[in-house]
T-cell receptor, first 115, second 118 residues
């Protein structure tokens, strides 16, 4: 499977715990995005990487959130001291330079439930 | 800031019939892309169709076509010969075009849940 993969698919945690999600983009893609999707809503942009550089962060990304892409390949999204409001689907997407069609390729998402 | 509005939270259509999903957007840009993405239950979001704003011709992909009205900032999706596999959430999305390969994130609408009636 050469698509975008995310792990874990589901995570249930207690309020105050830390969680980390991993995203493996399509191998030749140098741009990687994280989005958050709550029930009944469209995805909202969180952050963007071009290679290993984090070039943009949304105001939605509080200081409890941190994302990395250390070698320009996989990325991690960590949420510290989780709150119930963090419960959502976290989507990763990637795209490449070739043609710049604008299309993002999405993973299946990591669903977080904070109790 | 760009906004995307989908005013139909839910739609239903009889199998084999045609349905149109609505989308409007707001932008001050002249060059941009518009997309319809499909998100089946518990599956990843996939691209259905895209439209470049500079193209006057409406995009088509098999049973899927769009009605792009740039002046009205309207971008509707028509699904012909609806099939059971078309049942999903459909999201309209906007992306500003860029002259360099910088971040041009997608801005999504709130989605329309499409149900296909057998």
């Amino acid at each position: 499977d050469t698509g975008v993969s995310q792990d874990p698919r589901h995570k249930i945690t207690k309020r105050g715990q830390n969680v980390t999600f991993r995203c493996d983009p399509i191998s030749e893609h140098n741009r990687l995005y994280w989005y958050r999707q709550t029930l009944g809503q469209g995805p909202e942009f969180l952050t963007y990487f071009q290679n290993e550089a984090q070039l943009e962060k949304s105001r939605l990304l509080s200081d409890r959130f941190s994302a990395e892409r250390p070698k320009g390949s996989f990325s991690t999204l960590e949420i510290q001291r989780t709150e119930q409001g963090d419960s959502a689907m976290y989507l990763c997407a990637s795209t490449g330079l070739a043609g710049d069609t604008g299309e993002l390729f999405f993973g299946e998402g990591s669903r977080l439930t904070v109790l | 800031a760009q906004t995307v509005t989908q005013s139909q939270p839910e739609m239903s259509v009889q199998e084999a019939e045609t349905v149109t999903l609505s989308c409007t957007y707001d932008t001050s840009e002249s060059d941009y892309y518009l997309f319809w993405y499909k998100q089946p239950p518990s599956r990843q979001m996939i691209l259905v169709i895209r439209q470049e704003a500079y193209k006057q011709q409406n995009a088509t992909e098999n049973r899927f076509s769009v009605n792009f009205q740039k002046a009205a900032k309207s971008f509707s999706l028509k699904i012909s010969d609806s099939q059971l596999g078309d049942a999903a959430m459909y999201f309209c999305a906007y992306r500003r075009a860029s002259s360099n390969f910088g971040n041009e994130k997608l801005t999504f609408g709130t989605g329309t849940r499409l149900t296909i009636i057998p």
